[in-house]
Structures are given as structure tokens and as C-alpha cells.
């Protein structure tokens, strides 16, 4: 290892770079071929270059809509997937917060009870409960609404399974501090474990607003109405779009605007959280 | 300020566990108490009990002359300074010593004039806007300290504070804390394992073992006069030495016993009283550690092992014969069940 230091370090970096290389190359695809016109793409060699077509496909996407899919505009659709993201986001965060308080702080009867029915949801998928959940969801009057997107994907064992286990690693005697301080539950709540859970709330935010936005089965099956569709539901329909030419130049302008709001989250929260890292300690 | 009255206080575990058999002691008012005891004695319990963070199973414990048993923490006009510091993390100094009042409704100037003086009296003046992490242990403490003394409450708790410090740091906090109470003027109520801690600061020691009270006196009370072996063995560096009454070496101190010892099971002498004779006590020396100021002196009769407390500078090496002269007055006597028998001379 020492001796062949030099070596080594050439031998990763090659590896690496390959890796690198071999992840980026679909995005590069999907970028350049945002940016031709359609015909471009349907013969070979297909380009690998930026084309000319930039502005007038990511116009026509964002503003006009593409007819053969439906004609809804794209930022439509953004709006959407980002009005559900967030609230799945935020409803995740503050129910496991809330939960795992309760199971944590307090002594109620059949505290362990509701614990193990918590965890034991973690096994069950959405899609498992997909049917009773549609079933719940139709007879409430929620099917094309904003609610009817959030609100059944809001519960999170897990989450509450992670909140529970940094709220065990927090010393008992903050507690009693606060508690000879005059803090009550409430206070306590909000005055030290929001602010201690800090680093967790940004590492869990990340994790679910991609969780929220890559939502596909659950949208696809509660909205019927175009302008309620999410941004995923948009590039499967660009790729559905029958016996036409497969339009991929617009599909892939699609792609790559989907992908624009998590890695935008990704890139902001990251730095949010690794600075919590760095900062607090208990 | 105000005074404290622990009336058959005690605590049972919901299994079945006394951890406090019924404690009953008063403390009186700006009176600095040392609760010591070995681990595990409920010590720590009876001012976890005080301070409301422990439920009262039973007895009565009044603060100021009011119940209090029922009472939240928060409202029993009291503070608490932990072993650990318990610091908010995320909180700057100010805005941990400043919690409390805010949650009592303080005026955000009152808070801030309250906290500077406190700090200007613990030094921490330079340390206001730094989070705990940035400071050192002591530090740390001091804050914790702070955080108890803006609150200016009728009682401070104090739960083995020094512990995690190291020797040097502990001594000089220790003289701080004894000007603190000097300063301040209030109750003190203060948990230590350890019993040099629990002499240098007490008024009056509560000393515990396994859940119940052994003795409640002065230091030099506790030290002259152990109510048992117990006591007797726990205070003291070196302890005293305490021998069974029929083993050779209790025989032979018993010999220069000169009060009236009735039913004898066991006679203590501090290692201090000890020293070397032309006659009297045979005994032969083990060990000889010198700590400058002074030597101890390992020494053997019989099969029991004795310390002598002898001057810097002693001449003795292990194996030596040496005779041991004990004054009378210097010997405590035991009963077979450890309790120390009040004799008349």
C-alpha cells in the first residue's frame, strides 16, 4: 500500500472516473437530446452533442404542453409534484415528530402497544394497502385534490422509527433539566428536541421529498383530472404516446426538468445538513 | 431562603424495591447539607425526591413550610446542578442560564441583568455567546452553576457536580463552591460518593447506606464520634481502623480500654492516635508509605491490619517490631451489631 502509493492513486482515480463516467452518461444523453429535434433522435448515430433546439423544446414543454400527450403544460405539472412533495415532506416530518414524542416522553397505556403497530407498518408498502387506501380516500371525497395526494402518503414508521432512536440517545437529565426549568411537555418539545433534532429533520427531508416527488402509482390511480397530474405520471405519458413517432426529444426535456427540483434539494439541504453535523454535538 | 423538612420521606420501587427507607432530617435555612454515601445507598434519590424529578412514595417532604410533594420541579422553588452539566446543547451561556426565567415570564431586562451579574461573579463573562461544546469542563460547571443561581432559588440541589472534573479542578471548585454558599446565603443540598468532598463543605453531613440514614451530624461529629463501623470506616483518609473485639488486635486495644464497654463486638482508633511506644501493643510493620507531608504505616497484629498516621520523615522499614502506645481516650467502641456504644468516660 505505501510503497505503491503513486500507482494506486491512479489505478482509483481510473476507477472512479469510469464510475463516474458510466453514472453521468444517461443524464448526458437525456440533456443533449432535450436540445435536438425530434427526427434528430430517431436515426443513428444519434447526436451527441448539444443541438439547436434548446429554447423552442423546453418552451414548448414548459408553457405550451405537447398535444400529443395531453397538451397540460409542464410547469403545470411541477407545481403539482412539488405541492405534493413538500406536503408529504412536511406531514411526514411533523407526524413521526409528534409520534415518536408521544412514545418516548410519555407513559400511556398500551405505549409499547402502539409502538409495535407503528413499526409494524413499516412492512407494508403503499402498495400493499393500495385498495383499502383508494377505497378510504374515494368515499371521503378526496379523489382529485391536492389532500387526496398528501394526506394517505403522510404516516411514516419509519421516520418515527428514527426520531424514537435519536430521542433515546438524548440524556435524561436535559430533561429534568428543563423540567426544574419550568419547561412543560410542549415547551420542552419545542425549546430543545426540534432544535437537537435538527441534523435528523434535514437528513429525513431529503430523503422524503425525493420519496414524495418519485411518487407515481398513487398519483396515476387518485387523479383523473389533467390538471392535477404529477411530473412523473408527464414522462410516462410522453413515452405513451401510441402510434405516433416517439417524441424523445420532449420526453427527455421532461426528464431532465423532473430532475431538477430533488437535485436542487439534495445540493441545498446537504449543506445544511453536514454543517449540523459539524456544529452539534450532545 | 428557606428551610426543609423531610418528614418518614421514602421511596419504593413499583417492583417492590425500597431504595429510601423513611428519612427524617430538618435542614435549616442557608444551612449547606452533604447527603454521602457509598453508591447505590439513596442518596442521589432523596434529592432526586426533593428536587421532584423522583415521585414521593411516601412521607412528606415541606419546603419553606409548605408541602411540596405534589408539586411540579418547576414550581417548587429549587435548582438542580448535575453531575453532567445537563447544558442545553444548541443554547448559547446567556440563553441557557436565561431558560428558566423565561419560562417563569421574566422581562427580557430583568433576565439580562441578572445573568450579567451572575456571570461576573463566575467569571463567565467571555463565554456568554459560546455554546457548551466550546467550553471546558469546568466551564461547564460553572455555567450549570449560573443556570441554577439566576433563578435565585430558596434551595440549590447539587447531584455529584464535581465528579466529572479532574483533581486539581475539583479542589478549587470545591473552595468556590464554599464561597458561593458564604455569598448567596442559601440552603444547600449537595449528593457526593465522596467524603472528602462531604467534610470540607458541610455544615452538617447526612451520611446513607444501603437506603437508610446511618448518622446526621457535623463533619467533626461524624469523625470523633461514628454512631457505627460503618460510619467509622467510610469517613476518614485512611479510615479508622476498626477491629473485632475478640481478635488479638482488638483484644490488645481493648486492654487500654478504660470505659465501661459492656457487650463489645468491635473497638475502632483513627490512625492518627496511634504511635510508636517503649512498651505497650506489639505489632509488626508491613508496609511504610511515605506521602511527604506525612507516612503511613502498614502495620500487622495478629492477623488484624492496622494504619498508623505517623510523622514525615518516620524510620521504619517493613518487618520491624515496633510498640504501640494508644491513648484511651482515642479508642471508640462497637457493639456486636456495629452501633456504636455511648460510653461514659
Known amino acids: ?282 | 431562603m428557606a428551610e426543609l423538612k423531610l418528614d418518614n420521606v421514602g421511596k419504593t420501587y413499583p417492583g417492590g424495591v425500597m431504595a429510601v427507607e423513611g428519612a427524617n432530617f430538618d435542614v435549616a435555612d442557608g444551612e449547606f447539607i452533604v447527603l454521602v454515601g457509598p453508591s447505590g445507598c439513596g442518596k442521589s434519590t432523596i434529592l432526586r425526591m426533593i428536587a421532584g424529578l423522583e415521585e414521593i412514595t411516601q412521607g412528606e417532604l415541606q419546603i419553606g413550610g409548605r408541602g411540596v410533594n405534589h408539586l411540579e420541579p418547576g414550581e417548587r422553588d429549587i435548582a438542580m446542578v448535575f453531575q453532567n452539566y445537563a447544558l442545553y446543547p444548541h443554547m448559547t451561556v446567556r440563553a441557557n442560564m436565561a431558560y428558566g426565567l423565561k419560562n417563569q415570564g421574566m422581562p427580557k431586562d430583568q433576565i439580562n441583568a441578572r445573568i450579567d451579574e451572575a456571570a461576573r461573579f463566575l467569571q463567565l463573562e467571555p463565554y456568554l455567546d459560546r455554546k457548551p461544546r466550546a467550553l471546558s469542563g469546568g466551564q461547564r460547571q460553572r455555567v450549570a452553576m449560573g443556570r441554577a443561581i439566576v433563578r435565585e432559588p430558596s434551595v440549590f440541589l447539587f447531584d455529584e457536580p464535581l465528579s466529572n472534573l479532574d483533581a486539581k479542578l475539583r479542589t478549587q471548585l470545591r473552595a468556590e463552591l464554599k464561597d458561593l454558599h458564604k455569598r448567596l446565603k442559601a440552603t444547600f443540598i449537595y449528593v457526593t460518593h465522596d467524603q472528602i468532598e462531604a467534610m470540607s463543605l458541610a455544615d452538617r453531613i447526612v451520611i446513607m447506606s444501603a437506603g437508610k440514614i446511618e448518622q446526621i451530624g457535623t463533619p467533626m461529629e461524624l469523625y470523633s464520634k461514628p454512631a457505627s463501623t460503618f460510619v467509622a470506616e467510610f469517613i476518614g483518609s485512611p479510615p479508622m481502623n476498626v477491629l473485632k473485639g475478640d481478635s488479638v488486635g482488638g483484644a490488645g486495644l481493648l486492654s487500654q480500654y478504660t470505659g465501661t464497654a459492656g457487650n463489645v463486638g468491635y473497638v475502632g482508633v483513627r490512625p492518627e492516635a496511634l504511635s510508636l511506644g517503649k512498651s505497650g501493643l506489639q505489632a509488626t510493620v508491613t508496609l511504610v508509605e511515605p506521602l511527604g507531608a506525612e507516612t503511613l504505616v502498614h502495620l500487622k497484629l495478629g492477623d488484624d491490619i492496622m494504619i498508623m498516621r505517623g510523622a514525615h520523615g518516620i524510620d521504619l522499614a517493613p518487618g520491624a517490631e515496633v510498640h504501640l502506645s494508644v491513648p484511651d481516650e482515642a479508642l471508640t467502641v462497637f457493639d456486636r451489631d456495629g452501633r456504636a456504644v455511648v460510653s461514659s468516660a
Request: glycine share 6%.
Open chain 1, 1 to 282: 500500500m505505501v510503497e505503491n502509493r503513486k500507482a494506486s492513486a491512479i489505478l482509483t482515480h481510473v476507477i472512479l472516473i469510469a464510475g463516474i463516467v458510466f453514472l453521468c452518461f444517461p443524464v448526458w444523453v437525456a440533456l443533449v437530446a432535450s436540445t435536438h429535434p425530434g427526427e434528430a433522435l430517431t436515426k443513428s448515430p444519434i447526436p451527441m452533442w448539444f443541438g439547436d433546439h434548446a429554447v423552442e423544446n423546453y418552451r414548448q414543454l414548459l408553457i405550451e404542453g405537447v398535444p400529443a400527450a395531453g397538451g397540460v403544460p409542464l410547469s403545470t405539472m411541477m407545481i403539482n409534484s412539488l405541492v405534493m412533495a413538500l406536503g408529504i415532506t412536511f406531514g411526514k416530518i411533523a407526524i413521526s415528530l409528534i409520534s415518536a414524542f408521544a412514545i418516548v416522553y410519555f407513559r400511556f397505556p398500551f405505549r409499547m402497544v402502539f409502538f409495535w403497530l407503528i413499526f409494524v407498518t413499516l412492512m407494508l408498502p403503499v402498495e400493499v394497502r393500495i385498495l383499502p387506501t383508494y377505497d378510504v380516500v374515494a368515499s371521503l371525497g378526496m379523489l382529485n385534490s391536492y389532500s387526496g395526494l398528501i394526506i394517505p402518503l403522510i404516516a411514516s414508521a419509519t421516520a418515527t422509527f428514527l426520531f424514537r432512536q435519536f430521542f433515546l440517545t438524548i440524556p435524561d437529565e436535559l430533561v429534568e433539566a428543563a423540567r426544574i426549568d419550568g419547561a412543560g411537555p410542549i415547551r420542552f418539545f419545542i425549546d430543545i428536541l426540534l432544535p437537537l433534532s435538527r441534523t435528523n429533520i434535514a437528513a429525513l427531508f431529503i430523503i422524503l421529498f425525493i420519496f414524495g416527488w418519485n411518487q407515481y402509482l398513487w398519483p396515476f390511480l387518485i387523479t383523473t383530472d389533467q390538471d392535477l397530474y404529477t411530473i412523473v405520471m408527464g414522462i410516462q405519458r410522453m413515452v405513451n404516446v401510441g402510434e405516433g413517432i416517439p417524441i424523445w426529444n420532449y420526453t427527455m426535456g421532461t426528464a431532465v426538468l423532473a430532475m431538477i427540483p430533488p437535485v436542487l434539494v439534495v445540493l441545498v439541504m446537504q449543506r445544511l445538513f453536514v454543517k449540523g453535523l459539524v456544529e452539534s454535538e450532545k
